[in-house]
T-cell receptor, first 115, second 114 residues
Framework: AQTVTQSQPEMSVQEAETVTLSCTYD???????LFWYKQPPSRQMILVIR??????QNATENRFSVNFQKAAKSFSLKISDSQLGDAAMYFC????????????FGKGTSLLVTP | DTEVTQTPKHLVMGMTNKKSLKCEQH?????MYWYKQKAKKPPELMFV???????INESVPSRFSPECPNSSLLNLHLHALQPEDSALYLC?????????????FGPGTRLTVL
């Protein structure tokens, strides 16, 4: 079974600074998909960024980018120019092509943004 | 329309009540999901419907009964729940069950069982 590990239960960043959230995963599959979801206090899960394992280029969405290291099975999220609205729980998720429909979530990292 | 809607937003019920949660999407997605999420925990998959057929039941107790009347609508019928079933229930949908497809989540129903 695939496991997703987020080793940072909580992180803090000052407004306008950069923060990196870490995620590692364990899998025997060669083709899969990785996601970062954001869940603010309103509890709506919002997709932040996605990465296909077969793509070597790291995904970028505005202030959000990932560092995908396939060999190391690492998928970190970098948030640049942090804003107060970035405060949320961030979940890393894995979805394999052979493992059915389910998203395997990490335990989450709670991000606090201070003025 | 690019959203998943869920009703009600909040629900309080007793252990002998019967209630239903509703989820709707009009994005033409053919896979729909129910997740249960306890506070400060990740979502846990409960059920998956693909093309209106139940594909996955993650060993969920029978007091939870899913139903997919059509491709846009997903219900979760609740009966004889326990206080430990209190949680946020999230619905999600994706274009189809497999592959790259992103899952779009609804805002959730916060359920309290007394």
């Amino acid at each position: 079974a695939q496991t997703v590990t987020q080793s940072q239960p909580e992180m803090s960043v000052q407004e306008a600074e950069t923060v990196t959230l870490s995620c590692t995963y364990d899998t025997s599959e060669s083709d899969y998909y990785l996601f970062w979801y954001k869940q603010p206090p309103s509890r709506q899960m919002i997709l932040v960024i996605r990465q296909e394992a077969y793509k070597q280029q790291n995904a970028t969405e505005n202030r959000f980018s990932v560092n995908f290291q396939k060999a190391a099975k690492s998928f970190s999220l970098k948030i640049s120019d942090s804003q107060l609205g970035d405060a949320a729980m961030y979940f890393c998720a894995y979805r394999g092509t052979n493992s059915g429909y389910a998203l395997n979530f990490g335990k989450g990292t709670s991000l606090l943004v201070t003025p | 329309d690019t959203e998943v809607t869920q009703t009600p937003k909040h629900l309080v019920m007793g252990m002998t009540n019967k209630k239903s949660l509703k989820c709707e999407q009009h994005m033409g997605h053919r896979a729909m999901y129910w997740y249960k999420q306890k506070a400060k925990k990740p979502p846990e998959l409960m059920f998956v419907y693909s093309y209106e057929k139940l594909s996955i039941n993650e060993s969920v107790p029978s007091r939870f009964s899913p139903e997919c009347p059509n491709s846009s609508l997903l219900n979760l019928h609740l009966h004889a729940l326990q206080p430990e079933d209190s949680a946020l229930y999230l619905c999600a949908s994706s274009p189809s069950g497999m592959g790259y497809n992103e899952q779009f989540f609804g805002p959730g129903t916060r359920l309290t069982v007394l």
